[in-house]
């Protein structure tokens, strides 16, 4: 939870208790009211904390168990009400939220200068929209990692099953900045019994940084890699509009090197914003050192960064173009890599195989790595079907508002599914944005 769903949480409570400080309002029923609304509260920071259950869902249930156990619903006209009520959210989610991948085609139509989508199909360029323009990779840019560790595993640089002490992975945990990925593999590891000793295999680490995008686990990687090796290998597969690659967690923490007692929000953003780019990949990569030495402790830090300072940091991440992206993808899924990264690449990325094993019946290959912010969402897709269709799918996002960012979830799924899938789809999206100016 964010410091406003505290403060949020904290003000029904204080309200809930300063009603007493009149002595009328003092009666059993009005004591019952503030008990329940008490505990409702409590439940919803338990779901949220312990559960990891999303805010606003927790929220609107606990508004919804308020009002059951409110003892005036249950009139004949408070039924009444709550039940058009009821009836009004439920069609508007059934609108808003129903399966419509016109909306990502929409939105690519609208937003020509912040978005780009590239298709090829069995090798052929299908659909090539704004596919030059570099944009910022969000997590997306940790396919690049993972080919860089299959090479190395390929060429007896680092042993795969070598044990990684779970600690120096937690030197790059910063709590609160990665939507929960990092817990959610350490349970996963601890689960399938992954974990001996506090230590976990190398490849282990690896999966974690794709399939459930633990930023932790990239930024080990890029040290363990060496990051100058990884950017050698960008120029090496032939990816030209790709800058260098340089960690994700530390920037984060540039906020509070810059700032002193004097500065303002909109200052840190203007001192943030003035750091040429090379000087702060440098700063990045300098910085991330002392977490993995341990001169910097991130657990002295707390993340509460406002959105227009996450911008910044969002805005310069690592950026490349939807094509190179392709490309790629497209060394991915054509086996073009030695036999070991081969099968190395095709482990780490096809975690959609396994995870919904219905993909089973439709595809023989389908790969996947999406990257996000609070203003981006991108994804990178492979898919081979059963009679051996290959397709490479690559859509880049940007300057997202937080309405547009969850349609665009919603509706994600099923755009790609029928850009794979149906002939007349990609036409129809390929038509569309070659209609643009």
Known sequence: MNIWAWIGLSGIVVFTLLAFLRKEYRTKEKIREAFITIAIVLAIIITVLLFNVDYILAFLLGVIAYILLDRKTYTKKRLIIYGGIIIVIGAAFFVIFRDNPDYVLNHLQDNRETTSLYVVKNGEEVIAYQSDIVRPLASTVKIMIALEYAMQVEAGALDKTQPVPLDELSRFFYEGTDGNAHETWLESIHAAGKVKDAQVP????????????????????????????????IESVGLTQHEPIYPLVSPLLFPEYIADDSMDKEDIIRELEAIPMERYRELAVNLSKQLKEGTIDINDHSFDLPLEVQKVWSDRLTRASAKDYGQLLTIISNDELPAEAAAIMRDLMEWPMEINEANQ???????????STAFILNDALYAEDLEGDRIEIVLFTDDLNLWQSLMLQNNINSFEVNLIGDEAYRLKVKQTLEEQP
């Open 361 to 371: 019946d439709y595809y023989t290959h389908i790969g996947s790595k999406g990257g």
């Open 202 to 233: 190398l490849h282990e680490v690896a999966k974690g940084m794709i399939t459930y995008s633990s930023n932790a686990n990239t930024d080990y990687l890029l040290h363990l890699l060496d990051i100058s090796a990884i950017n050698k290998r």
